[in-house]
């Protein structure tokens, strides 16, 4: 399997989020909409902790050899405004997996502000001056990015700039109301993981006594290069996410170090 193509896995998880559904509630009574704490800093904050303590997620395989990331970095685009003609920008946000979830809404509103205002970085800019070039020029150019990349020597610059380059990407439809799609991923850079979300909806869910009750769930759809690492490390992984998930007071402090794997470890 020499590339993602062959190599690529989808993976549902059905995440309950009822319990987290009624902590936003409380935790958001008497804020300012603009301070609010929503399920996609929650998610932001889980999946960072996630890659810190289940570090194969965050490999990826080039020129079919296994490397591991340094850093922890999510990719996602933002939308500049709510319409078919907007504009959309790439946010690439380096994290810790030590962040709270106070400091994750603030870094990612940070982003999104900057975004939907026309704030550029000097990323941006470059990204921006090498789509404006003749379209030949450019296919050379990308070839030479490439090139680089299959022998470790593409430029930092060059990797900071393109949100390929990121430990995972992600996908957000729950805000626009929509279901999270089977999404392909990058042949191209080292995101090995691409994630969609769809939106929070009840569901019918049968319970430990055997009677059907409504919960809120979210459907979240993995895509995954398998070559990364095993399926059964994926999946303990997923069940890592769910039970911080159903915990997000711990998500409101810095994590006390637990053993790598652990479920419920934060």
């Known amino acids: 399997m020499p590339t993602r193509l062959e190599s690529t896995v989808y ?6 989020v009822d319990r987290l559904t009624a902590w936003l509630e409380e935790v958001n009574a008497g804020r300012a909409p603009e301070d609010r704490i929503r399920f996609f800093h929650v998610f932001l904050t889980a999946w960072a902790r996630l890659f810190r303590l289940r570090p194969e997620l965050n490999r990826f395989v080039s020129a079919r050899r296994t490397y591991e990331h ?3 970095t999510f990719a996602f685009t933002v939308k500049q405004e709510m ?8 946010a690439l946000i380096p994290f810790t997996g030590t962040e709270t979830v106070e400091e994750v809404r603030a870094r990612v509103d940070e982003v999104l502000h900057r975004a939907r205002t026309g704030g550029r970085t000097g990323n941006d800019r470059l990204v921006e001056t090498l ?3 003749p379209r030949p020029v450019v296919a050379g150019v990308a070839r030479t990015i490439w090139a680089l990349d299959a022998v470790n020597l593409l430029p930092r610059a060059l990797e900071d ?14 805000s626009l109301h929509a279901e999270a799609p089977f999404h392909h991923l990058y042949q191209r850079g080292t995101a090995s993981i691409f994630v969609s979300i769809g939106t929070i909806r009840p569901e019918p869910v049968v319970d430990d006594a055997g009677a059907v009750v409504a919960r809120r769930r979210v459907d979240v759809v993995y895509t995954i290069d398998e070559r990364a690492t095993d399926g059964f490390y994926l999946v303990h992984s997923s069940q890592v996410l769910q039970a911080m998930v159903d915990d997000p007071d711990s998500l409101t402090r810095p994590p006390d170090d637990g053993p790598a794997g652990t479920p419920g470890a934060t």
């Open 11 to 16: 993976y549902r998880q059905h995440l309950d």
């Open 70 to 72: 340094r850093d922890i």
């Open 83 to 90: 319409n078919d003609e907007a504009e959309e920008v790439q």
């Open 131 to 133: 789509v404006r070039l």
């Open 161 to 174: 700039a393109l949100p390929v380059y990121a430990s995972s990407y992600l996908v957000n439809l729950g």
